[in-house]
DNA sequence: GTGGGTGCAAAAGGTTTGCATAGTG
DNA sequence: CACTATGCAAACCTTTTGCACCCAC
């Protein structure tokens, strides 16, 4: 597991490795994206993005936002927060459980709570800070033994 | 902490309590939508709901699954996974780490994941069974020192 | 009967795609 | 100079809104 430092100018020198690695032109577009989400240190949606890049970029174009944000994540400079994708998705299920995500084909499956509720309460209390925890879910990402399967067959 | 069971004629029962309690009507467009919802063991999308649902009441709009839907979510007798809302959201985070959310503004910070690592990782094998756990993401939902401190001057 | 619920159509986000042009390596 | 990345416009997908009609209570 390799750590990533968040300093913005070791973050810039990687983007600049994996763009040579990769033979991915570094145009401003680019540069600036990448300088904007570090400079923010928030969760920023591509509009935000959007609106800050425009100050430096008047002409940018929110598609070459969005395309380069996707670029950016491909490469492993910045990071998109776990997401079911684009629609909201509703479950039978209403009490506290976790949900197992594949990666490959994107099924979503769940994991009841039960004891690991133990395992995670004092981690609640101990994140709380001057934050209110009142409940928590957990994302597994990993691969599905369907999936599993068919990479075994060598489909891939 | 309330259990509630996962049986359709108990969510049933449930339904028709709550709608009772809160004076909505049962209607037949919601009474499907939910058993169309518990009938899947999956995480289905509005849309996928709106075919099945469309099978059963074939001139059904869209506008309707989508409001029954949500009230469904409010009464509390179905879920609707964690998500950090409409859009797709960037950070500078590449390396493993957490998420607050806040359920009143909706803000959302980090948590890193530190010495945490060691209290979930027997928790990762243990949720696998046949399911490759590569990595994880907590959310956690409570609420923000600064909507607390809005809500403690009574701004509520 | 009345008020909330539904259906329709239109609009509002958010994101993607096709194609011509511009800029990087 | 070749080829990739960008910009534009249009399309696409998901969700929301306004309004008139309908039906559960």
Redo the contacts between chains.
Sequence with gaps: ????S?EPAD?MALFERRCRERGLAMTVQRRVVLEV??A????????Q?YEDVKLRIPDISRTTVYRV?DT??DI?????????GA??????????H???I??ECG???D?EDDE?VA??E???RK??G????????????????AC?AQARRGDI
């Design positions: 597991m390799s750590f990533q968040k973050r989400v570090l923010r240190g928030d969760h920023p949606t591509a509009e993005i944000l950016l994540v492993g400079v910045i990071g998109k927060p776990s997401h079911f629609a909201t998705r509703y479950e039978p299920n209403v009490h506290r976790h949900h197992l594949c990666i099924r979503v499956s994991v690991t395992d995670i004092p981690l609640m994140q709380a001057d934050f209110a925890v009142l409940d928590y879910s957990i994302h597994f990402h990993g691969v599905c033994s599993a």
